[in-house]
T-cell receptor, first 113, second 110 residues
Framework: DADVTQTPRNRITKTGKRIMLECSQT?????MYWYRQDPGLGLRLIYY???????NKGEISDGYSVSRQAQAKFSLSLESAIPNQTALYFC????????????FGPGTRLTVL | GESVGLHLPTLSVQEGDNSIINCAYS??????FIWYKQESGKGPQFIID?????DKRQGQRVTVLLNKTVKHLSLQIAATQPGDSAVYFC?????????FGAGTRLTVKP
C-alpha cells in the first residue's frame, strides 16, 4: 500500500464551488505539506504543518485553506474555486529529521471550469 | 528575488551515456539541497541530497555536486537507462522553506 495517498485523483469542478482535497499518510511523520504544480513553474508550497497544532502559510496560500485533522491527515480546501487554480496538487510528508526527505503522494489533478 | 532555476528545460541522451542535469540557486543561506525524479503520472521521488558543508555526494549511479562559489548544483547519472527518463527537480531548503526548480525533462534514446 502507498505510504501517502490522495483523494480524489482527478476532479473537475465549476467556478465558485468549494472543493476539498484529502491526504493521508502511514509513515508516522509529523510534517505534512501541500504543493501545486503548474507546467514550467515546478512545485510551489501552499501550506505546511509541522504537527497537529501547527499550520503555516507557504508561498501561495491565497485562495486556499487547510485542516490537520490528525497526524496522518491533512486536507486542502478551495473555498470558492477559480479557473487559475487548475493544477496538479501534491501532498507530501517528512520526518523532520536531519535528512528531511519529503515523500510525495500521487497527486490530484484539479480542473476548474 | 530568491529563486531556484535550471539551465536546460530538456535533455536527450543515448542509453548508456552519462547524463548531467544542472541547477542554479540564488539563496546563499540555503543549507540543504535535494534532487527529485518525477515520472509521468507520479509524484516526485527523492533521489539524493547534499548539505551545504559538502561538495560531492554519491549514490547508486548518481552523484550530486555542489559549487557554493557559483551557487550551482548538478546531478550526474552514470550509464543512463530508459527507466531514467523523467523530469528531474532540484530543491533548496532554507530552514522551513523548500523551493523547487521548474524541472528538466530527461529523455533516454535506445
Amino acid at each position: 500500500d502507498a505510504d501517502v495517498t490522495q483523494t480524489p485523483r482527478n476532479r473537475i469542478t465549476k467556478t465558485g464551488k468549494r472543493i476539498m482535497l484529502e491526504c493521508s499518510q502511514t509513515k508516522g511523520h509529523d510534517r505534512m505539506y501541500w504543493y501545486r504544480q503548474d507546467p514550467g513553474l515546478g512545485l510551489r508550497l501552499i501550506y505546511y504543518s509541522f504537527d497537529v497544532k501547527d499550520i503555516n502559510k507557504g508561498e501561495i496560500s491565497d485562495g486556499y485553506s487547510v485542516s490537520r485533522q490528525a497526524q496522518a491527515k491533512f486536507s486542502l480546501s478551495l473555498e470558492s474555486a477559480i479557473p487559475n487554480q487548475t493544477a496538479l496538487y501534491f501532498c507530501a510528508t517528512s520526518s523532520g529529521q536531519v535528512v528531511d526527505e519529503q515523500f510525495f503522494g500521487p497527486g490530484t489533478r484539479l480542473t476548474v471550469l | 528575488g530568491e529563486s531556484v532555476g535550471l539551465h536546460l528545460p530538456t535533455l536527450s541522451v543515448q542509453e548508456g551515456d552519462n547524463s548531467i542535469i544542472n541547477c542554479a540557486y540564488s539563496n546563499s543561506a540555503s543549507d540543504y539541497f535535494i534532487w527529485y525524479k518525477q515520472e509521468s503520472g507520479k509524484g516526485p521521488q527523492f533521489i539524493i541530497d547534499i548539505r551545504s558543508n559538502m561538495d560531492k555526494r554519491q549514490g547508486q549511479r548518481v552523484t550530486v555536486l555542489l559549487n557554493k562559489t557559483v551557487k550551482h548544483l548538478s546531478l550526474q547519472i552514470a550509464a543512463t537507462q530508459p527507466g531514467d527518463s523523467a523530469v528531474y527537480f532540484c530543491a533548496e531548503n532554507n530552514r522551513h522553506d523548500m523551493r523547487f526548480g521548474a524541472g528538466t525533462r530527461l529523455t533516454v534514446k535506445p
